[in-house]
């Protein structure tokens, strides 16, 4: 019986200007796969599939200023999370206080590295890195300075990444922990707290406030 090869090769140049003009043109349902075609849409409108009636396309105005708003914000309270002490612990007269940083570093130095790189991984760097992706394509789309190719990968990495941000997950830990040691010790909760509180909250409505396809548009007509 005779092998078949199959063999991948990279799409020619009409190639893709063809599959950009169908995007410019037709938009497919996520739900129900029905295809229809792309409407214009006013400023802050939504189109919803007539099948399924799941929205699969919005036009949220100012999307970039608004992204970079929330993003300057994230960045900035980014900075106090990890500067200042999350959280004071006191009893008997003894009190000791602990960062974030200081968090990951006790369990590195338990024999936890693995543990430890996870959630610095999951805390720090991801958090950090989707919010300088996102800041930079942004502001690049805001001052009419965005190229194509790296400002795609750039924004294809900042969404990849979005389900990967666990700070809100590592707050819920805290405050389940806060309930079981509260009675154990007096604990007074530090700058960094309140930081990252904020911070998850600023960084909820910077998602909501990055319209996708307005940004993929504006990424598409930049040279």
């Not at 206080?97 to 959630?119: E, T």
Request: proline share 4%; hydrophobic share 50%.
């Amino acid at each position: 019986m005779k092998r078949i090869s199959h063999r991948h090769h990279r799409p020619t140049e009409a190639r893709i200007r063809e599959i950009d003009q169908l995007n410019r043109t037709l938009i497919a349902c996520p739900a129900c796969d029905s295809v229809w075609e792309r409407p214009a849409l006013a400023p802050n409108e939504k189109a919803r599939c007539k099948t399924c009636h799941t929205t699969i396309l919005t036009n949220k105005h100012r999307s970039a200023e608004r992204t970079v708003a929330f993003m300057v914000a994230s960045l900035l309270l980014y900075a106090v999370a990890i500067s200042f002490p999350f959280m004071r612990m006191e009893r008997s007269g003894l009190s000791n206080q602990i960062s974030v940083i200081d968090a990951v570093a006790i369990l590195a130095n338990n024999s936890m590295v693995i543990l430890a790189l996870i959630c610095a991984a999951l805390i720090l760097v991801f958090p950090l890195l989707r919010i300088i992706l996102l800041l930079f394509v942004g502001l690049s789309l805001f001052r009419k300075q965005s190229t194509a190719r790296p400002h795609a990968l750039s924004f294809r990495l900042a969404q990849k990444l979005e389900p990967w941000t666990m700070a809100e997950i590592f707050m819920i830990g805290v405050i389940v922990s806060l309930v079981k040691v509260g009675k154990l010790a007096d604990i007074y909760l530090g700058p960094a707290f309140w930081g990252m509180a904020a911070l998850i909250v600023i960084m909820a409505f910077g998602a909501s406030a990055v319209c996708r396809d307005t940004i993929w548009h504006d990424i598409r007509s930049a040279p």
